[in-house]
């Protein structure tokens, strides 16, 4: 089975921080995506991308980048963190082929105070 | 943005209850999924679903592709504690590509 590795479950940031989130998948998974979790919302995505460095704006890009320089690692970057940027953030990887099922880490909590 | 109606939004039932929820919406798609959240945790694939007016089961779970290819439907048959969780319905547009839209998510919770 595919392992996605989400590298911290809990974050605490200040206002104004620089954040990086990172994502490693371990089955050479093509396609690679940044959700995030809010209560009533779903699952709204952020970037995705479908090869090592390309990248695609999701629903929600603002705030964010994205940074993928090998394959197996995805990387959520938050510029400056904002209180509104509280959420909890999922990591996801799809390979080509097979179903349309995406893989999701267990997920990062993000507190921007 | 988000294109995907998902019902009910949260839902409180007693041990052994039959549990249904639902996914619309007015774009058609070409593949639906159900995916099951655990607290603490990434959501997990349960049913994926790939023609129009397909049931497919999975143990107690059964969930089926609309004929207008516009909904989708999961049923839990005879609930225990371990279903609870939050349920998100995903679609795929023929155009899409890779990218998933899911619905809000649907919160169970069974009392024994």
């Known amino acids: 089975d595919v392992k996605v590795t989400q590298s911290s479950r809990y974050l605490v940031k200040r206002t104004g921080e620089k954040v990086f989130l990172e994502c490693v998948q371990d089955?050479?998974?093509?396609?690679m995506f940044w959700y995030r979790q809010d209560p009533g919302l779903g699952l709204r995505l952020i970037y995705f991308?479908?090869?090592?460095?390309?990248?695609e704006k999701g629903d929600i890009p603002e705030g964010y980048s994205v940074s993928r320089e090998k394959k197996e690692r995805f990387s959520l970057i938050l510029e400056s963190a904002s209180t509104n940027q509280t959420s909890m953030y999922l990591c996801?990887?799809?390979?080509?082929?097979?179903?349309?099922?995406?893989?999701f880490g267990s997920g990062t909590r993000l507190t921007v105070v | 943005g988000q294109q995907l109606n998902q019902s009910p939004q949260s839902m409180f039932i007693q041990e052994g209850e039959d549990v249904s929820m639902n996914c619309t919406s007015s774009?058609?798609?070409?593949?639906w999924l159900w995916y099951k959240q655990e607290p603490g945790e990434g959501p997990v694939l349960l049913i994926a679903?790939?023609?129009?007016?397909e049931l497919t089961s999975n143990g107690r779970l059964t969930a089926q592709f609309g004929i207008t290819r516009k909904d989708s439907f999961l049923n839990i048959s005879a609930s225990i504690p371990s279903d609870v969780g939050i349920y998100f319905c995903?679609?795929?547009?023929?155009?899409?590509?890779?990218?998933?839209?899911f619905g809000e998510g649907t919160q169970l919770t069974v009392n024994p």
């Open positions: 089955m050479d998974h093509e396609n």
């Open positions: 996801a990887t799809r390979g080509t082929g097979g179903h349309y099922g995406y893989t």
């Open positions: 774009s058609i798609f070409n593949t």
């Open positions: 991308s479908y090869d090592v460095k390309m990248k």
């Open positions: 679903l790939y023609k129009a007016g």
């Open positions: 995903a679609g795929r547009k023929e155009t899409s590509g890779s990218r998933l839209t």
